[in-house]
């Protein structure tokens, strides 16, 4: 299971962070299509807030797990994230190993 949550404060997005993996073993093909889905989704909204939009973020990583938390904005990053929330959760909405939520 991947537990993805967003949070925030005044109604913007704030950061993410993402624990777990979609797989249930080895074997299963489908969750790790999934967890390929996820985390290439991660990357690139992180990799375009930092490099494209040039917004300072405090970024943890580690084995199963990523969290990125905005510390300076930039007109584009409500933007980014808020695609990166649409794009995860259609994502739950087909794949019962995601569980999205949502604080802000």
Do not use: W
Request: negative net charge.
């Amino acid at each position: 299971m991947t537990k993805v949550d967003f949070f925030g404060s005044e109604n913007l997005l704030r950061g993410f962070s993402i624990t777990g993996h979609c797989t249930a073993d080895s074997r299963d093909e489908q969750g790790r299509l999934v967890c390929a889905a996820v985390s290439s989704a991660v990357y690139m909204a992180a990799n375009t807030l930092l490099e494209v939009e040039g917004a300072v973020c405090d970024i943890a990583e580690a084995d199963g797990q990523f969290s990125l938390k905005v510390k300076k904005e930039t007109p584009g990053t409500q933007t980014v994230l808020r695609g990166l929330l649409i794009h995860l959760q259609q994502l739950s909405e087909q794949y019962s190993s995601i569980e999205l939520n949502l604080e802000v």
